[in-house]
T-cell receptor
Framework: AQSVTQLDSQVPVFEEAPVELRCNYS??????LFWYVQYPNQGLQLLLK??????LVKGINGFEAEFNKSQTSFHLRKPSVHISDTAEYFC???????????FGEGTQLTVNP | DSGVTQTPKHLITATGQRVTLRCSPR?????VYWYQQSLDQGLQFLIQ???????AKGNILERFSAQQFPDLHSELNLSSLELGDSALYFC??????????????FGPGTRLTVL
C-alpha cells in the first residue's frame, strides 16, 4: 500500500515570490508520482508526473518537481507565482500503470497581491 | 477541458434515496476510475473498470455499485443515501496505450448533497 503526506495544509505567499509545496510518500514498491491542481469548483488537472528517468520534472504553468528517492519526496516548486496560481494542489502516487491514485490531503496555495 | 464528461453537475436528494452518476471517458480510453472527495476523508479511490470489467476496488461502501457499459461510459449507483455521502464524486479515465497511459484525466465532478 502507498501513502502520501503533504506537509503543509496552507501556504500563503505574495505574488512573484517563489514557492515550494512539500510531498513525502511511503511505498514498498516503485511508484509513479503526480501533482494535480484543483481550481475552485473545478476538477483535477494534471500539472506534472514522474514515471522514470530524470528526477527533475517540468510541468505546465511554470511548475517543476524533483523526485528524491532517498528522501521519498516529490516537492513541487515555482520560481515566481501569480495570483492565478491560487488553488489546491494534490500530490498523488500510483504503484503501476492502470493503478489507483492515492492522494495526499492537499495544500491550499493562496497568492496575495 | 479534459475530455471526460460527468452528469449531472449537481444533485440534491434526501436520505434513503438512490441516485445514479454518469461518466463518459475520453474517446478511446478503456479505464474508468471513480473517486470521492469529502472534507473529512479527502480524495479517495472507489473503484476502477477496464473495458467493462471491474479491475480494482477501494473504499467503496456496499451501498454503492458501479458498472461500465459496452460503449465504455460508466455509472456509479449510490443507494440508501446518508448525510455522510454528501461529497464531490469524480470520474477519471486513462488510455491503455501510448505516452499518456500512466495519466488519469479527471472530469469536472458531480456534487452530491444529501439532505
Amino acid at each position: 500500500a502507498q501513502s502520501v503526506t503533504q506537509l503543509d495544509s496552507q501556504v500563503p505567499v505574495f505574488e512573484e515570490a517563489p514557492v515550494e509545496l512539500r510531498c513525502n510518500y511511503s511505498s514498498s514498491v516503485s511508484v509513479y508520482l503526480f501533482w494535480y491542481v484543483q481550481y475552485p469548483n473545478q476538477g483535477l488537472q494534471l500539472l506534472l508526473k514522474y514515471l522514470s528517468g530524470s528526477t527533475l520534472v517540468k510541468g505546465i504553468n511554470g511548475f517543476e518537481a524533483e523526485f528524491n528517492k532517498s528522501q521519498t519526496s516529490f516537492h513541487l516548486r515555482k520560481p515566481s507565482v501569480h495570483i492565478s496560481d491560487t488553488a489546491e494542489y494534490f500530490c498523488a502516487v500510483s504503484a503501476r500503470w492502470g493503478s489507483r491514485l492515492t492522494f495526499g490531503e492537499g495544500t491550499q496555495l493562496t497568492v496575495n497581491p | 477541458d479534459s475530455g471526460v464528461t460527468q452528469t449531472p453537475k449537481h444533485l440534491i436528494t434526501a436520505t434513503g434515496q438512490r441516485v445514479t452518476l454518469r461518466c463518459s471517458p475520453r474517446s478511446g480510453d478503456l479505464s474508468v476510475y471513480w473517486y470521492q472527495q469529502s472534507l473529512d476523508q479527502g480524495l479517495q479511490f472507489l473503484i476502477q473498470y477496464y473495458n467493462g470489467e471491474e479491475r480494482a476496488k477501494g473504499n467503496i461502501l456496499e451501498r454503492f455499485s458501479a458498472q461500465q457499459f459496452p460503449d465504455l461510459h460508466s455509472e456509479l449507483n449510490l443507494s440508501s443515501l446518508e448525510l455522510g455521502d454528501s461529497a464531490l464524486y469524480f470520474c477519471a479515465s486513462s488510455p491503455a496505450l501510448g505516452p499518456a497511459k500512466h495519466t488519469q484525466y479527471f472530469g469536472p465532478g458531480t456534487r452530491l448533497t444529501v439532505l
